[in-house]
């Protein structure tokens, strides 16, 4: 079966650097996708990765092996604004979004 | 980036009733768009994929005749739930992409359906 595995939920400080891990398991792989969700709004888009490697955008990077099944989302400089949760979802052989569970981010002062 | 707009954002109905939720995409043509629906602290889940002048395709589990979709043209879809109950509570949210599967998928700002 297709299964997407991430924390339940994280803590971290303001200020400080956090890594939000995420194994996948999907019929084909087409590339993997970051959102970031606040409370009671729609997902908006951080980053897509389909080949092995660090991709960096601003204060967030994101990592892909794709012989591991493997992502994480690095966010630096973690400022109180980025308190949400964080969904990884694969794409499969269809192209269809297999979505994780989501990591509730918690920042604290 | 591309603009996915869905309306109403949030709408309180009566049980039986009927209720439904539009979403456009207001700067590309969405060949294919899809229904999510949104329990708390829950992730996603995929109710139905819908391609522009055909028949959505259903996830299992997804009553067609109850959650009515429809994709009449390039920049529309509309979801409607037909004779609410109050366990059809929940946030619906759109997303919709150009017709590339390796494109990110752009997102309405999502519906909250409270069915009383």
């Known amino acids: 079966g297709q299964n997407i595995d991430q924390p339940t939920e994280m803590t971290a400080t303001e200020g400080a650097i956090v890594q939000i891990n995420c194994t996948y398991q999907?019929?084909?792989?087409?590339?993997l996708f970051w959102y970031q969700q606040h409370a009671g709004e729609a997902p908006t888009f951080l980053s897509y990765?389909?080949l092995d490697g660090l991709e960096e955008k601003g204060r967030f990077s994101s990592f892909l092996s794709r012989s591991k099944g493997y992502s994480y989302l690095l966010l630096k400089e973690l400022q109180m604004k980025d308190s949400a949760s964080y969904l990884c979802?694969?794409?499969?052989?269809?192209?269809?979004?297999?979505w994780g569970a989501g990591t509730k981010l918690i920042i604290k002062p | 980036g591309a603009v996915v707009s869905q309306h109403p954002s949030w709408v309180i109905c009566k049980s039986g009733t009927s209720v439904k939720i539009e979403c456009r995409s207001l700067?590309?043509?969405?060949?294919?768009m899809f229904w999510y629906r949104q329990f708390p602290k829950q992730s996603l889940m995929l109710m139905a994929t819908s391609n522009e002048g055909s028949k959505a395709t259903y996830e299992q589990g997804v009553e067609k005749d109850k959650f009515l979709i429809n994709h009449a043209s390039l920049t529309l879809s509309t979801l409607t739930v037909t004779s609410a109950h109050p366990e059809d509570s929940s946030f619906y949210i759109c997303s919709a992409r150009d017709g590339r599967g390796d494109t990110e998928a752009f997102f309405g700002q999502g519906t909250r359906l409270t069915v009383v």
């Open positions: 999907t019929s084909g792989f087409n590339g």
């Open positions: 990765n389909v």
């Open positions: 979802a694969a794409t499969d052989s269809n192209y269809q979004l297999i």
């Open positions: 700067d590309f043509q969405a060949t294919t």
